[in-house]
């Protein structure tokens, strides 16, 4: 934002097996360095076995990954229409009734996406208000006006006029009466309300700060349980002070009485007066002696609960952090849980008989114990070799590495060969007894069984080499470049991709009759140049950086490297999660095969190869 900055407020009933309401905030920063901020409303209705606030969670993260990876040359609104789509494919498999509303604000405009007719927003600009209807759209954002995402139910309940009134609103004071209102509802899961008002940013340092803290913390489900009980418990009871007033007003009364009297030379009056002036002070100074001490003492308690729900939701955020690991990254995982550990001890310090934070407790305590069971994998070094080896192949069931220089075959350090290959290979693959190297902008082929080196043809820009059926395959940039081979060498038949799709620089091909690639968090899969609907599910937690692969057509799995939680994802392909292995190593690694009986991984790193069972 620009000129205005936001002041955001949300609230949450409890969720229920059925329906759950989310509200989330966070700070956006765009590849292009610049900042927004999300704002999304959205509920889940009709569930049944699905863990919703879980849910809730993965569309929050889905969404703002999407905004956070968008392509700007389009603009900001098709960005934020994109994260819509993307949530709508994501929910369309699990049959739930989801509205939402997502609002990025932008450069002092609001960019929207809606979906469902659940999650409604209106703009309050006193004495105007609007109703958006549209699903996707934007608008500038005005000093002084109100954005109200809210749920159907939550604009059936409560009165939003007083947001049509021209007059300053205490937003604070309003979430304190609704979430008052709201804990006695029985059935509150479907209730949620994101409410954001745009003000001047000079307007006091403060509300920057409120700002600040606001955006960069993400909202979790049920926001009552985790703000209001707490309050119900810490918050000190609001003293009236009507008796105290009426006292004063009537001890002003006698004051000007005897002072009329006075005009009057009634000598009496003064004695009266002295008495009086003196009990008024007195009054005076009560009330001011209770005011100041109802203030410190509010600000005292405030504090306590500020602190409170600080490290409570510290303490969850971590707690679900480490879940979320707990299959890619155990040893991480468990180093998460020992922080959310002692976030969870310094709330219960504050507030010690809080029922939501100790079963959080007792949460965390039984996965520090389930972690200390589990095990990692264990490698053993098979061979070296005198340079960092970068790809790994199998010929004829032996091991084949390829290093800068070198092409070395055997499955144990008896039997290991070595020939000559090509200066500065990047890449190798195997096929019918000849290995195919990468080398710069060039491609050569070598005969494993005679050792003669023969130079195939020049391809800029390409990343690495698989063969299949004796095409050769190359990925570079946004397409598959496809070799066949001819009479006297090979051609390029075309751009194998009936589309162009954006890879890393660091991808990897795998192909088994399908072609395989990753890319970031992704793993792509192609057939016939035409990509297939293909995601990863049943995975707890979001996957890190994907490189090297390796499936064939033998495997029934594909085996894939994740760097950023050092694992090997094994995933059916049909894109379900099997199983992960986890070792520091694979952070490491340059490249993975596995035998065809699946029992066995190798692993390239630096100049060595590992090897590991898989049983």
Not at 132 to 143: A, H, L, R
Request: with cysteine.
């Amino acid at each position: 934002m620009r000129d205005l900055s936001l002041k955001i407020e949300k609230i949450t009933g409890l969720a229920s097996k059925q329906s759950a309401c989310g509200i989330f905030t966070k700070r956006i920063t765009l590849l292009d360095g610049t900042v927004g901020i999300i704002v999304n409303c959205v509920l889940i209705s009709d569930g049944k076995d699905d863990d919703l606030q879980t849910l809730l969670k993965d569309i929050f993260e889905l969404s703002t990954k999407k905004l956070e990876s968008a392509n700007l040359s389009e603009g900001i609104l098709e960005a934020v229409r994109l994260a819509g789509d993307a949530t709508q494919n994501y929910l369309r498999s699990k049959n739930l009734e989801v509205s939402f509303a997502y609002t990025f604000f932008y450069h002092d405009v609001s960019y929207i996406a809606r979906y469902g007719s659940k999650v409604k927003i209106i703009v309050f600009g006193p004495p105007k208000e609007v109703e958006i209807t549209f699903d996707s759209g934007s608008g500038p954002v005005k000093e002084g006006q109100i954005i109200l995402a809210a749920t159907e139910k939550f604009l059936e309940k409560y009165d939003v006029n007083v947001f049509r009134q021209e007059a300053e609103i205490d937003l604070e004071e309003i979430i304190d009466g609704l979430a008052t209102e709201i804990s006695g509802e029985k059935d509150q899961s479907e209730i949620g309300a994101a409410f954001i008002l745009a003000k001047k940013e000079t307007e006091t340092k403060e509300a920057g700060v409120e700002q600040e803290i606001s955006v960069e913390t993400e909202s979790a489900v049920g926001d009552i349980e985790v703000e209001d009980k707490h309050a119900a418990s810490m918050r000190t009871p609001i003293i009236k002070f009507d008796k105290l007033t009426s006292l004063t007003s009537s001890f002003l009364k006698a004051l000007f009485g005897e002072l009329k009297k006075l005009k009057r030379g009634d000598i009496g009056a003064i004695f009266r007066l002295r008495r009086n002036i003196a009990l008024a002070i007195g009054v005076i100074v009560l009330i001011l002696i209770i005011s100041v001490a109802f203030t410190i003492r509010q600000k005292i308690q405030k504090e306590k609960l500020g602190k409170f729900n600080l490290h409570l939701s510290q303490a969850s955020g971590k707690y679900s952090e480490a879940q979320a690991l707990l299959e890619l990254n155990r040893s991480k995982a468990r180093e998460i849980l020992s922080e959310a550990d002692k976030e969870i001890k310094m709330a219960l310090s504050i507030n010690a008989s809080e029922e939501k934070a100790n079963n959080l407790q007792v949460d965390i305590t039984s996965k520090l114990k389930e972690t200390e069971n589990l095990a990692n994998v264990n490698f053993s070094v098979l061979f070296e070799a005198d340079s960092p080896i970068n790809s790994l192949a199998f010929s004829n069931k032996k091991l084949v590495a390829f290093s800068k220089d070198k092409i070395l075959i055997g499955s144990s350090k008896e039997d290991l060969s070595k020939i000559d290959g090509v200066k500065n290979t990047t890449s190798g693959f195997v096929f019918s007894d000849s290995a195919f190297l990468l080398s710069g902008a060039k491609v050569f082929k070598v005969d494993l069984k005679t050792d003669k080196i023969q130079e195939l043809f020049n391809f800029e820009g390409a990343g690495d080499i698989s063969v299949f059926l004796g095409n050769i395959y190359l990925s570079a940039g946004s397409q598959i470049a496809k070799f066949v081979p001819v009479e006297n060498g090979y051609i390029k038949s075309s751009d194998y991709l009936t589309e162009k799709t954006e890879f890393s620089a660091s991808s990897r091909l795998a192909i088994d009759g399908s072609v395989w690639v990753t890319s970031d968090s992704k793993v792509f899969k192609f057939l016939r140049g035409t990509k297939q609907d293909f995601e990863i599910s049943g995975l707890s937690g979001a996957t890190g950086q994907l490189e090297s692969i390796y499936t064939n057509s033998t495997l029934g799995n594909i085996y894939v490297i994740d760097k950023t939680n050092s694992a090997l994802l094994v995933l059916g392909k049909d894109g379900v999660y099997q199983k992960a292995y986890q070792s520091p190593e694979f952070a490491k690694a340059s490249d993975v095969v596995v035998t065809d009986d699946e029992s066995t991984m190798y692993l390239a790193i630096e100049n060595k190869i590992l090897e590991a069972s898989l049983k």
